[in-house]
């Protein structure tokens, strides 16, 4: 979290640096209210996604009457600690989510920070808010949800992959079936150990716990997903197999 080893002060005193100072006279009464607030909430961070929205609705206020330009977004970051990045997020976060009661409600049905990040990244309203709602409904996990982000944002028609790459090359193509593969057998082998602990007696008692519905509810979904996984990798297999058949002498 930002300054964590800071100690709480007020910081509309002649203490400011020359610079600050300077900032400080641009803002009205509201918004230098705005900023004391701002600073509060930076000396108390919570993960709540309450937290960040008042963050971001203090950041906004700041931010309206400039303009909102790239300049004044830099400027008020720096005044306050923040990196110009998680400036950005907070103000976007404000500006696509306008109720405080919705974003409460998203992080009590199991949405964190770092998930609303990730979705802030999805331009398409409808898009997004159908993610969000898989998201909530199966229990995804920050990186299950990015994974779904990447799926969607990927060319349906086009050549080029992640950061640039080439997928016309097979090499590159052939990589990644062979990473997530791995990644894929990693995650099996960790789920099939026996005794006490084990994933599926663990899951047993879970269908019977607080939480089934949703448990079941991501069972069925990953039910689902594992059949099309066994279809599509026996076809891989199968031309796979067929090339090297091909060139077995290469």
């Known amino acids: 979290m930002v300054r964590a080893n800071r100690q709480p002060r007020e910081r509309l005193s002649d203490e400011k640096p020359e610079a600050d100072q300077a900032f400080l006279k641009t803002l009205s009464a509201e918004q230098k209210q705005a900023y004391a607030e701002a600073f509060r909430l930076l000396d108390n961070p919570a993960s709540t996604l309450g937290w960040h929205y008042d963050l971001g609705a203090r950041l906004l206020r700041l931010a309206e009457r400039a303009g909102y330009g790239a300049n004044r977004v830099n400027e008020l970051a720096r005044v306050l600690g923040l990196s110009r990045v998680r400036a950005y997020q907070h103000l976007q976060f404000v500006e696509r989510y306008r109720s405080r009661n919705e974003v409460e409600e998203l992080g009590t049905a199991g949405l964190c920070w770092a998930g609303m990040v990730a979705l802030l990244g999805v331009r398409d309203e409808g898009d997004r808010i159908h993610l969000q709602r898989e998201a909530v409904a199966q229990g995804w996990s920050v990186d299950r949800l990015r994974i779904e982000i990447r799926k969607l944002k990927r060319p349906r028609r086009g050549t080029w ?8 090359d097979g090499k590159v193509r052939l990589a990644r079936l062979d990473d997530a593969t791995a990644a894929w057998l990693a995650s099996h ?7 006490e602990g084990s994933f599926f007696r663990v899951l047993g008692q879970e269908l019977h716990g607080p939480d089934a519905t949703a448990v079941r509810a991501r069972l069925r979904s990953l039910v689902g997903s594992l059949g099309k996984l066994q279809e599509r990798a026996r076809e891989a297999q199968a031309q796979l197999l067929g090339l090297l058949a091909a060139h077995k002498g290469g």
């Open 189 to 195: 082998d960790e789920i099939t150990s026996d005794g």
């Open 161 to 168: 992959g992640r950061r640039g790459e080439d997928t016309r």
